[in-house]
């Protein structure tokens, strides 16, 4: 049982559309983080949201937590092919020990130019 | 301002012999994770270590595996008598004091048992 589901899975789009990743759960986090991984590298820590309802915004990219932190979205605006890669959320579920991060299986995002 | 550096960034060991994998954190940063990535899964917590301290290792198998992180020098993740399942990707992270859930992730050790 995925206790972070991701969707789509896989996001294949063209240069200059709009798109949204999806992080849902049944579980309450205390924080979820939002990552950006290259084949061959680590993840790149893009986001941490702590707070349900909050929104926030690093140049076209917008993250939001749900409100009863149960769910996150990501959304990018005006996509470029540089954004293409693996996308992960990532949190810590209420209960759980701190540090001990839950992944979820990612977005592979293309974007074709 | 160096991030979170790992080594070696690929190892390749046969069946049976011992891998050791390096992890130094970020300047200031006092909260070492490791993960570990296999083929077509996400990302696993193994363990979480402080200074001298092992604080978290509910992700660890109960065999074969242990970790450590010094006084001084780097965290180690070290494998015994590695199998061909243990082929993986396994990153390390670092989070500053105060701040477990922000982690930095380095660049991973890509590890091949023959």
């Known amino acids: 049982t995925q206790l972070l589901e991701q969707s789509p899975q896989f996001l294949s789009i063209q240069e200059g559309e709009n798109l949204t990743v999806y992080c849902n759960s049944s579980s309450v986090f205390s924080s979820l983080q939002w990552y950006r991984q290259e084949p061959g590298e680590g993840p790149v820590l893009l986001v941490t949201v702590v707070t349900g309802g909050e929104v926030k915004k690093l140049k076209r990219l917008t993250f939001q937590f749900g409100d009863a932190r149960k769910d996150s979205s990501l959304h990018i605006t005006a996509a470029q092919p540089g954004d293409t890669g693996l996308y992960l959320c990532a949190g810590r579920a209420g209960g759980t020990s701190y540090g001990k991060l839950t992944f979820g299986q990612g977005t592979i995002l293309t974007v074709h130019p | 301002n160096a991030g979170v550096m790992q080594n070696p960034r690929h190892l390749v060991r046969r069946r049976g012999q011992e891998a050791r994998l390096r992890c130094s954190p970020m300047?200031?940063?006092?909260?070492v994770y490791w993960y570990r990535q296999l083929p077509e899964e996400g990302l696993k917590f193994m363990v979480y270590l402080q200074k001298e301290n092992i604080i978290d290792e509910s992700g660890m198998p109960k065999e074969r595996f242990s970790a450590e992180f010094p006084k001084e020098g780097p965290s180690i993740l070290r494998i015994q008598q590695v199998v061909r399942g243990d082929s993986a990707a396994y990153f390390c992270?670092?989070?500053?004091?105060?701040?477990?859930?922000?982690?930095?992730f380095g660049p991973g050790t890509r590890l091949t048992v023959l």
């Open positions: 992270a670092s989070s500053p004091p105060g701040s477990t859930d922000t982690q930095y």
């Open positions: 300047k200031g940063h006092s909260h």
